[in-house]
C-alpha cells in the first residue's frame, strides 16, 4: 500500500462490499452498487497514467466531444464517438472494437461531462475495460503529446 488514504467514497464502497460476502442479509443491491461505484471511482484516469497507456498501444482512444471538433484535432488514433450522437454512431463502434477492449474516453477537459456520459453508455453496452481521462484534449495538447486532425 502507498500509505495515501482512500477517497470517502470508495472506502465506503469496499467496506459495503466486503461486508456483503461476509453477511448475506445485506442486500445484493447494496452489493451491486458498491461494485459500480467502485469501477467509476477507479475508472479516472490522469495525464501520467492515460499516457502511459497511450504509449502501451493496449487501448481504443474515444473521443466524445462532437465530430466537427473531433475532425479539427483529437488525440492520435482516437475514434469519434460522440455523446451527441452516439445511438447513431455505436453499431459501427461496436463492430470495430470487441466488447473486452480497454478504452480511453475523453472530450475537451476536466469540467466536460461527455466523456462520462459516453463511458456509462458504453459501459450499459456491455463494455466493461472503460476508463475517463479527465483532463481532456486541453491537457493533452498542452503536455505536447500526440495529435491529429
Not at 7 to 22: D, R, Y
Not at 42 to 51: F, Y
Not at 71 to 77: A, T
Given at each position: 500500500m502507498s500509505g495515501k488514504p482512500l477517497?470517502?467514497?470508495?472506502?465506503?464502497?469496499?467496506?459495503?462490499?466486503?461486508?456483503?460476502?461476509?453477511?448475506?442479509?445485506?442486500?445484493?443491491?447494496?452489493?451491486?452498487?458498491?461494485?459500480?461505484?467502485?469501477?467509476?471511482?477507479?475508472?479516472?484516469?490522469?495525464?501520467?497514467?492515460?499516457?502511459?497507456?497511450?504509449?502501451?498501444?493496449s487501448a481504443c482512444f474515444v473521443d466524445a466531444r462532437s465530430e466537427y471538433v473531433?475532425?479539427?484535432?483529437?488525440?492520435?488514433?482516437?475514434?469519434?464517438?460522440?455523446?451527441?450522437r452516439f445511438d447513431e454512431q455505436f453499431p459501427d463502434f461496436k463492430q470495430k472494437k470487441a466488447i473486452e477492449t480497454l478504452i480511453v474516453v475523453y472530450c475537451t477537459e476536466s469540467s466536460c461531462g461527455k466523456a462520462r456520459r459516453v463511458a456509462r453508455k458504453l459501459m450499459k453496452n456491455g463494455y466493461r475495460n472503460v476508463r475517463v481521462y479527465t483532463g481532456g484534449l486541453i491537457e493533452w495538447a498542452h503536455a505536447g503529446f500526440p495529435m491529429e486532425g
Open positions: 477517497p470517502g467514497k470508495l472506502f465506503a464502497a469496499l467496506v459495503v462490499l466486503l461486508l456483503s460476502s461476509i453477511s448475506p442479509s445485506l442486500s445484493q443491491l447494496h452489493a451491486a452498487e458498491s461494485v459500480a461505484l467502485v469501477k467509476e471511482v477507479s475508472a479516472e484516469l490522469d495525464l501520467a497514467a492515460t499516457k502511459a497507456i497511450f504509449d502501451s498501444h473531433y475532425y479539427k484535432s483529437h488525440i492520435k488514433g482516437a475514434i469519434s464517438l460522440s455523446d451527441s
